[in-house]
């Protein structure tokens, strides 16, 4: 059974960094595309940003683009989402998400964490 665990959430000001960790168990880690997605009180969960199993490949929303970057170290089963020049509008809950091909659509991802809440403070 799959288990993807965040941390590193938190209140920071517009400006600021946090960087988002998320474990994964009970699966070959190195055989997950994983992503974060994110969702607004009110709206819906949208991509932020994957990369591929090897982690060659990454891709990123136009709205954090140049801001975020995603990493993964294979060896401790971990991905990261590194957020520097926070804005209020970043303001969500942070969802770590793995599929075996990860696409941005949020319907079709298999394995969910249960999300990290990130508030920017202007």
């Known amino acids: 059974q799959v288990q993807l665990v965040e941390s590193g959430g938190g209140l920071v000001q517009a400006g600021g960094s946090l960087r988002l960790s998320c474990a994964a168990s009970?699966?070959?880690?190195?055989?997950?595309?994983m992503g974060w997605f994110r969702q607004a009180p009110g709206k819906e969960r949208q991509f932020v940003a994957r990369?591929?199993?090897?982690?060659?490949?990454?891709e990123y929303a136009d709205s954090v683009k140049g801001r975020f970057t995603i990493s993964r170290d294979n060896a401790k089963n971990t991905v990261y989402l590194q957020m520097n020049s926070l804005k209020p509008e970043d303001t969500a809950v942070y969802f770590c998400?793995?599929?075996?091909?990860?696409?941005?659509?949020?319907?079709?991802?298999?394995?969910w964490g249960q999300g990290t809440q990130v508030t920017v403070s202007s």
């Open positions: 009970g699966v070959s880690f190195s055989s997950l595309d």
């Open positions: 998400a793995a599929d075996y091909r990860l696409t941005r659509t949020p319907s079709a991802v298999d394995y």
């Open positions: 990369i591929s199993r090897g982690g060659s490949t990454t």
